[in-house]
């Protein structure tokens, strides 16, 4: 299995300008969860979805934060407008079912707004 | 608020030495403790995990401890080599199993040859 796929793996961009971060979890996953790595917080969970449907955006910072999932095999995770305190590492991560399993980590996406 | 906290942000310890990681957490409903372990560039992996019935795991080199009325953990790691040098975040789950979790601010270690 190719596991968890993320792209980019790095991203550079301007403030105001819109990115989006994609995700293909491994085949079979039922759960898709993304995360934001920060030094100052670590790892946060921003959202995750069972089944293709959101189940807890919670941790998704703001507005201009957005996630979608629209099949099995691919999401993506839309900022707009970005800005600079967006920089960090974006983690997306797969889990076959819960309660027995653990996350299964991409290689993340290194984003930085200038 | 973090609820998961790793306040040694680094740590280095000789080869064939005790590496020894602590993590403290804030919510007593968390049910379920997991460590991951992170090389540059790549995403975490997961290492080993305790559910709170347990107040100690092992598994190989690696094991962890739990002290509920403290809520704290520890994972040691003896003897330390050299391929462990990473970046080790702890994480809690109020949950059983790897959904919801919360994570520490991780913890870098650097095992010395």
Known sequence: DAGVIQSPRHEVTE??????????????????????Q?????????????????????GMPEDRFSAKMPNASFSTLKIQP????????YFCASIRTLGTDTQYFGPGTRLTVL | DQQVKQNSPSLSVQEGRISILNC?????????????????????????SISSI??????????????KSAKHLSLHIVPSQPGDSAVYFCAATPSTGANNLFFGTGTRLTVIP
């Open chain 2, 54 to 67: 347990k107040d100690k795991n092992e598994d190989g080199r690696f094991t962890v401890f739990l002290n």
């Open chain 2, 24 to 48: 403290d957490y804030t919510n007593s409903m968390f049910d379920y403790f997991l460590w991951y372990k992170k090389y540059p560039a790549e995403g975490p992996t997961f290492l080993i």
């Open chain 1, 38 to 58: 920060t030094m100052m917080r670590g790892l946060e969970l921003l959202i995750y979805f069972n089944n293709n449907v959101p189940i807890d955006d919670s």
């Open chain 1, 82 to 89: 970005s800005e600079p305190r967006d920089s960090a590492v």
């Open chain 1, 15 to 36: 403030m105001g300008q819109e990115v989006t971060l994609r995700c293909k979890p491994i085949s079979g996953h039922d759960y898709l969860f993304w995360y934001r």
